[in-house]
Every structure is written in structure tokens, then in C-alpha cells.
């Protein structure tokens, strides 16, 4: 742990209320009107009569199998047994650029065909999206099944990673939009990570003035942070500064189509990102997540579905929310990550990924909240509660040597960059994110108690490699 954070015991989120589990009905057989006594009484003895033998009504003797050494014929099976479909689970978020139609579930994307369809009308023409790291299989179930519902299918391909995300990449694009006659009626499918996605939501959008654009997120990033807010494209020295307004118009997340347990770049960032809309959200939503926490690291469906399910809705309100307090929740922890991205060195294979710096602006951002908000104690056990939630997310803290005015001045500079107001977004409460003015004074001496620490955890785990 680091040094600022020794005085003060690390407090674990607790969780409020607990998970309820539906059950399905037991079936309940029809009642039978019970018969009259007279009636029962002439059963009885018509019985009694067919049971004498030599009367009029016995039945003839029947040799029993059993008894002849022959064994019995089971009875015949009438039908085959039934197969529980898989449960899609399914909500619409509300946008300002428009809805988004969400499906989770395990084989999600094997009927996504006629999901979309449901999305644009008539089938005709789909142009079908995908990165380079995803497997055959799955492009080809996709593909199946929007060609079963009628759609003519064309086939392109993207780099994965963020080498989708360059402005000519996007844009190229529409040389594959043209030519496989693509029109405002018909539709993209974007099967991948979030950045390829992104790419596709800035080429939907602009296509013949906005076609419908599906998608099948195959990282847990692509899944929580892309419906709500899709990553901006780079520019030549300018990273992250193309946006369109748009969205994914139909969202497959299909638990089956991607190893969400696996600790890579895209689920490690979904994590940050979930912590972040939690927090953003509000007590409630928090402490869910940390109830859930195992389920999203091991790729459980069930607890998984529901976090899905809870932190988009909750990310599309504060996305959707008329005042721009509450908007400005979205880019909490942000400002400080492209800071720290802009003081190491680029190129770098052993460099920090964009999801651990995610979680180290969350981490600097809480500490200035707590700062800023002093003498009040509540704020030091969210920044407590949010390291240990982030430590068990498997988002570690960064080790690395930044001098504290560099930090500063990065800070400053990308965040002028974006825009005139130079104010952090800080977690001032569960649910109140918000743009604060921050006295460069106490800017510097936070940042100063951060890079000393992580340059101590540097030289450590250094000393440990040796």
C-alpha cells in the first residue's frame, strides 16, 4: 500500500440488502369434482362383478411376462425432452443521441439476426465489422444469422487494439460502406473491443447522414463503457479528439463470445470503468458491484448480467441527465489518467495500460475530493472503499518515477486541450461527481504525495526483482 495510505485501515464496501433468486412455480395439478356416492357405489359393483369368473363381464386371463422369465416392455416415450433456451436478458437505455436496444446472455449473438431486423425493418444489406483478434467462429455465427433473416452480407476487417482508432481508419471505412451499398436503411455489425467498435459508431453515424449500427462486444469494456459513451478517434498529435454523435443501436453482449475472466487491456478497463459509474451512481450501486466483485472477475453470468445491467442504466442516466452537473460524472478519473499518459515515455511494451492509469486517476481524484471536503471524514472511507474494490479488480497501483511540477504541467496542458475550464472531476460524495476548482497549491501537494510513493513502490519491487 502506499505511503499516504498507512494512518488509516483500508474499509471493504458493505453490501446492502441481499441477492433475491426467483423460483419458478411448482405446477399445480387441476382439481377433480368429486364423483356422486350413488355413482361410486355402481362402479363398485360393476367391479366386483367383471372380478367373478365365468360372469358376463370378466376380462380373459393374462399370462404376466414376469412370470414366464420375459421381461416387461418399457413404456413407450411420447415426446422428446424439452431444452431450457438460453435466458437473454434485455433492457433500452435512453441517450441523448439516441436508444440502445441491450441483449446479455450467454448465445446472445446466435440470434442476432433477428434482433436486428426488429432494429431496421426489411433486411437487405449488412456490412459485418470485425477486428483482427477475433475468432472465425464467431464472425461466422454472425454471419449466419443475419444472412437466415434475409440480410446480404459483406465482410471487412480492422486492426484491434487501439490502432483502430486513428481518423483514417475509421474513415476508410467508407470505401467498404460503398461498396457494398450501404444505405441510411440498412446496417453495420461490429464484432470486437471497444475500440473497433468506436471506430464503426463514428462511421454508422456519419453514413448517409446515420445507419443503424449492432454490436458484438467481445471485451467487458466494449460491453459497459461503449453504449454509454463511445472513445473518441486520434489525430496526429492530438489522441482522443473525434467524436461523432452517435451510438450503437443494437447492443449483443454474448458472455459465451469472449473469456471475461481473463485479465487483458479491454476487461481490466471495464472493471475501472464500472468502479467509476459506480461510484458516479451512487452508494447503492456501489455496494452492489463489491457484492458482485467475484462474479465479474471470474465471468460468473448471473452476477455478471446484473452489474452489466444495473451500471449501463445507471451510466445512460447520468449521460441522459438534463443538468451538466451530473453529466460531468462521466469523466471522473479520466483528466488525471491522460496526464499520467503524457508524462511516460510512448512505445514503451512495458508501459502502464490505459486501464491501471484509469484506476490511478479514480485513486488521485478521491485523495483531492477527501482533501477538498476536509475536515468531513465520510469522503476517507470511499477512498478506502474504492482502493480496496479497484486492489481486488486486479487493478494494481502503477510503479514509476515522475517528478511532481511535470505531473502538473501535463495535467494542465491536456486538460486545456479538451476544454477552457481546467477543473478536475471529483467524487465530493457517493453519487455527487462534479467539476471542482482546485487550488493549485493543494493541486501540487497531492500530486507530490502520489509521485513519492509510487517511485518508493518502483525501487521496491526493483529490489524484490533482483
Known sequence: MSEENKTVEGVSAQAIGAATVSEAPESVAAPVAPKPAAAESDADNARDEAAEPGSANAKPEVADPASDGLAAKPAP?????????????????????????????????????TDLRGTVGKPRAALVV????????????????????????????????????????????????????????????????????????????????????????????????????????????????????????????????????????????????????????????????????????????????????????????????????????????RDFARALRACLPSGDPCAPTDATLLAEGLRISARLAAAHQAPETDLVELVFAQDALLDKLGLAEVPCDIAPQKLVEAFTCTGLRHSNRLMPALPLGYGRVRLTAVDDEMLLQHLTGWCRARRKLKRRLEREAR
Not at 82 to 108: K, N
Not at 228 to 249: E, H
Open 77 to 113: 416415450i411420447s415426446a422428446k425432452a424439452e431444452v431450457e433456451a438460453p435466458v437473454i436478458r434485455r433492457q433500452s437505455l435512453a441517450l441523448r443521441t439516441g436508444a440502445c436496444d441491450m441483449r446479455v446472455g450467454v448465445g446472445a449473438a446466435e440470434r442476432i439476426g
Open 130 to 333: 470485425s477486428g483482427e483478434d477475433v475468432s472465425a467462429e464467431l464472425v461466422e455465427s454472425v454471419r449466419r444469422s443475419l444472412v437466415d433473416v434475409g440480410f446480404a452480407v459483406t465482410h471487412t476487417m480492422l486492426p484491434s487494439g487501439r490502432a483502430a482508432r486513428p481518423l483514417e481508419v475509421a474513415t476508410g471505412l467508407y470505401r467498404e460502406l460503398d461498396a457494398a451499398g450501404i444505405n441510411a436503411d440498412d446496417a453495420m455489425v461490429a464484432v470486437g473491443d471497444a475500440n473497433v467498435i468506436s471506430a464503426c459508431v463514428f462511421a454508422a453515424s456519419t453514413w448517409c447522414g446515420g445507419c443503424a449500427l449492432a454490436a458484438v462486444p467481445t471485451t467487458l469494456d466494449g460491453m459497459v463503457d461503449i453504449p454509454v459513451t463511445p472513445r473518441a478517434l486520434d489525430v496526429p498529435n492530438g489522441p482522443a479528439l473525434v467524436l461523432a454523435r452517435g451510438n450503437v443501436r443494437l447492443l449483443v453482449c454474448d458472455l459465451a463470445a469472449a473469456n471475461l475472466s481473463a485479465s487483458n487491456e479491454g476487461n481490466l478497463m471495464g472493471r475501472a470503468v464500472m468502479v467509476a459509474g459506480a461510484v458516479t451512481a451512487g452508494e447503492r450501486s456501489f455496494s452492489e458491484l463489491a457484492l458482485h466483485a467475484d462474479a465479474v472477475l471470474s465471468g460468473e453470468a448471473d452476477g455478471l448480467t446484473e452489474e452489466l445491467l444495473e451500471l449501463t442504466k445507471a451510466r445512460a442516466r447520468t449521460a441522459s441527465s438534463s443538468a451538466v452537473a451530473i453529466r460531468q460524472g462521466l469523466a471522473y478519473g
